[in-house]
């Protein structure tokens, strides 16, 4: 089975505070994404990584960064949180090949206050 | 991406078979139709998908209709743990996955 786990379920941070949300898969996937789900708006792309070092805007990357320095492994950073970013963060990883299984599957979610 | 379509709400008794419809009337012929659900709070589940011909595995069954502008998720035998947010997407391979609002399914005892 695919396990895709993100280093915490729930996060309280003070606005301006600089957030680290860590995502790791286990089976090897060259891409991993980075969603935020909100009510109402369903998710939504903020960031997505093809490879190690590689890394593509989605349709919401205002005030967010990443980092992929290791295939397994995908960041998201919030350099200065605001509360308007208060959300669920869903990291997301698949194969990457130009098939039918280029299924994503999804972490547990982080789901991040920002006071 | 083709939009789909599908109902807000629905109930099922428990033990019985549960029949997702989605609407994808614009849909191409290199889409392919995914499900995925959401348990509440949690990450999305992968369920099952297909492009043209109907698909079964452990968790459920997939009918796509002749002409593929709608299709039917099927879980044979639902349970309590089925309760859950069910979404229909259709795609091609390699692009986003569009997430909408998706079918709240709520399983009766």
């Known amino acids: 089975d695919v396990k895709v786990t993100q280093s915490s379920r729930y996060l309280v941070k003070r606005t301006g505070e600089k957030v680290f949300l860590e995502c790791v898969q286990d089976?090897?996937?060259?891409?991993m994404f980075w969603y935020r789900q909100d009510p109402g708006l369903g998710l939504r792309l903020i960031y997505f990584?093809?490879?190690?070092?590689?890394?593509e805007k989605g349709d919401i990357p205002e005030g967010y960064s990443v980092s992929r320095e290791k295939k397994e492994r995908f960041s998201l950073i919030l350099e200065s949180a605001s509360t308007n970013q208060t959300s669920m963060y869903l990291c997301?990883?698949?194969?990457?090949?130009?098939?039918?299984?280029?299924?994503?599957?999804f972490g547990p979610g982080t789901r991040l206050t920002v006071l | 991406d083709a939009k789909t379509t599908q109902p807000p709400s629905m109930d099922c008794a428990e033990g019985r078979a549960a029949n997702l419809p989605c609407n994808h009337s614009t849909i191409s012929g290199n889409e392919y139709v995914y499900w995925y659900r959401q348990i509440h709070s949690q990450g999305p589940q992968y369920i099952i998908h297909g492009l043209k011909n109907n698909e079964t595995n452990e968790m459920a069954s997939l009918i796509i209709t002749e002409d593929r502008k709608s299709s039917t998720l099927i879980l044979p035998h639902a349970t309590l743990r089925d309760t859950a947010v069910y979404y229909c997407?259709?795609?091609?391979?390699?692009?986003?996955?569009?997430f909408g609002t998706g079918t709240s399914l709520t399983v009766i005892p």
């Open positions: 997407i259709v795609r091609a391979t390699g692009n986003q996955f569009y």
């Open positions: 089976m090897d996937h060259e891409n």
């Open positions: 990584s093809y490879d190690v070092k590689m890394k």
């Open positions: 997301a990883s698949s194969k990457g090949t130009a098939t039918s299984t280029d299924t994503q599957y």
